[in-house]
């Protein structure tokens, strides 16, 4: 069974930056495709950003220039800089994984909260 945990949310000011750590049970080559959503409150939970395991990585259009994914395959592990936050980035922002086989992953989610 895969699992992923993400880490790395917290309360930030306008402006500044986090970086969430996504870290998977096995490897992160065994992924078709991994990618970050995000849920604000009262709101329906949103893709952020897709990596599939090969072609261009895809970004919201409110995110880009922003933030930014990266992978460390030796660590199991998908990162999401987030810079210049703004307060409607504020949400729970979750880890997901696909194979391909057709089943998929979720984590649990780590809370994002930017203040004015």
């Known amino acids: 069974q895969v699992q992923l945990v993400e880490s790395g949310g917290g309360l930030v000011q306008a402006g500044e930056s986090l970086r969430l750590s996504c870290v998977a049970s096995g490897s992160i080559f065994s992924f078709n495709a991994m990618a970050w959503y995000r849920q604000a409150p009262g709101k329906e939970r949103e893709l952020v950003v897709h990596?599939?395991?090969?072609?261009?990585?895809n970004y919201i259009y409110s995110v880009k220039g922003r933030f930014t994914i990266t992978r460390d395959n030796a660590k199991n592990t998908v990162y999401l800089h987030m810079n210049s936050l703004k307060p409607e980035d504020t949400g729970v922002y979750y880890c997901y994984a696909a194979k391909r086989d057709g089943s998929d992953y979720w984590g649990r989610g780590t809370q994002v909260t930017v203040s004015s």
């Open positions: 990596i599939p395991s090969s072609g261009m990585i």
